[in-house]
C-alpha cells in the first residue's frame, strides 16, 4: 500500500499563500488519481482538488477555484497544492489521498484507498 506524507502547512495571514506537498512511496505514484481533502474544525471532511494520474486533467471545489492549484511530479512521486489567497474558512487539516482505480469521480472519498496524516493549515483573520 502506498504511504502519503503531506508538509508544508502553517499558519499564515488572509491574503497569504502556501504550497502543501505530498510525498508517495512506491513505484506506482504515477499510476494513481490523486486528490487534496481538507477537514475543517467542526466539519466533515470536503473534497478540495483532484488530478488525473499523468496530471492532464484536475478538479476543483467551487470554493477555491481561482486560487487553489493542483499539480502533481510523477518523476519525484510529489503531489503539490499552491493555495493562494487565503481565507480564514480555509482553515483545516489537509490531507491527500491516492486511488488506486484507474477511473474514479474525484470528489467521492469512497474511491480513495490511501490517505496521508494531514497537515494544518491555519488562516489567521
Known amino acids: 500500500q502506498v504511504q502519503l506524507v503531506e508538509s508544508g502547512g502553517g499558519l499564515v495571514q488572509t491574503g497569504g499563500s502556501l504550497r502543501l506537498s505530498c510525498e508517495a512511496s512506491g513505484r506506482t505514484f504515477a499510476t494513481y488519481v490523486m486528490g487534496w481533502f481538507r477537514q475543517a474544525p467542526g466539519k466533515e471532511r470536503e473534497f478540495v482538488a483532484g488530478i488525473s494520474s499523468s496530471g492532464g486533467s484536475t478538479y476543483y471545489a467551487d470554493s477555491v477555484k481561482g486560487r487553489f492549484t493542483i499539480s502533481r511530479d510523477n518523476a519525484k512521486n510529489t503531489l503539490y497544492l499552491q493555495m493562494n489567497s487565503l481565507k480564514a474558512e480555509d482553515t483545516a487539516v489537509y490531507y491527500c489521498?491516492?486511488?488506486?482505480?484507474?477511473?474514479?469521480?474525484?470528489?467521492?472519498?469512497?474511491?480513495?484507498?490511501?490517505w496521508g496524516q494531514g497537515t494544518q493549515v491555519t488562516v489567521s483573520s
Open positions: 489521498a491516492a486511488s488506486y482505480y484507474s477511473s474514479i469521480y474525484y470528489t467521492r472519498q469512497s474511491y480513495y484507498g490511501a
